[in-house]
T-cell receptor, first 113, second 114 residues
Framework: GENVEQHPSTLSVQEGDSAVIKCTYSDSASNYFPWYKQELGKRPQLIIDIRSNVGEKKDQRIAVTLNKTAKHFSLHITETQPEDSAVYFC????????????FGKGTSLLVTP | EPEVTQTPSHQVTQMGQEVILRCVPISNHLYFYWYRQILGQKVEFLVSFYNNEISEKSEIFDDQFSVERPDGSNFTLKIRSTKLEDSAMYFCASNEVLAGYGYTFGSGTRLTVV
């Protein structure tokens, strides 16, 4: 089955700096890669996603890049703000597994003022 | 915005007891899922459900687990004989289409087995 690795497990940046979180996946059939933000005690919330026919996608301060050949994808947050502090999860899915989401272990991002 | 509703928000149960976690998916969604998250760990897929039957399940979803859509609105997860290691947050999700995108997660049920 699909295995998603995520790094780093913790990330601390100063407000205004950029943050980058990286994920790799194992199943070349995976074709959809969402990123979720989870605040303490709350549900995962989709912040951005990318499909395998696209290399990069941007939404305001958040961008995701995908390298299908290398099987890795990354989340980039620019101009970080304290409210960006949360746990971020990457995931991968494909039709072979009925589009079940396979999550990485998460990155705890702390943005300090 | 439509939401997936889960009840209860927190359930405490004794080891060996049966629990039923309830979910009301978004009304026009056809695909339903249960995920769990042990405290401090990643979210893990348990099971997907479509057309009144299980379509996919993970290794975690063993014989102690079952799912049901008893009526047109509810989607339930039953754990027959709870173990300490079943303590986790359980998230229900639904989707309008069979795809990775479009998932809507519920707010979760925190299950504590004592």
């Amino acid at each position: 089955g699909e295995n998603v690795e995520q790094h780093p497990s913790t990330l601390s940046v100063q407000e205004g700096d950029s943050a980058v979180i990286k994920c790799t996946y194992s199943d070349s059939a995976s074709n959809y890669f969402p990123w979720y933000k989870q605040e303490l005690g709350k549900r995962p919330q989709l912040i951005i996603d990318i499909r395998s026919n696209v290399g990069e996608k941007k939404d305001q301060r958040i961008a995701v890049t995908l390298n299908k050949t290398a099987k890795h994808f990354s989340l980039h947050i620019t101009e970080t703000q304290p409210e960006d502090s949360a746990v971020y999860f990457c995931a991968a899915s494909n039709s072979n597994s009925g589009y079940a989401l396979n999550f990485g272990k998460g990155t705890s991002l702390l943005v300090t003022p | 915005e439509p939401e997936v509703t889960q009840t209860p928000s927190h359930q405490v149960t004794q080891m060996g007891q049966e629990v039923i976690l309830r979910c009301v998916p978004i009304s026009n969604h056809l695909y339903f899922y249960w995920y769990r998250q042990i405290l401090g760990q990643k979210v893990e897929f348990l099971v997907s459900f479509y057309n009144n039957e299980i379509s996919e399940k993970s290794e975690i979803f063993d014989d102690q687990f079952s799912v049901e859509r008893p009526d047109g609105s509810n989607f339930t997860l039953k754990i027959r004989s709870t173990k300490l290691e079943d303590s986790a947050m359980y998230f229900c999700a639904s989707n309008e289409v069979l795809a990775g995108y479009g998932y809507t997660f519920g707010s979760g049920t925190r299950l504590t087995v004592v």
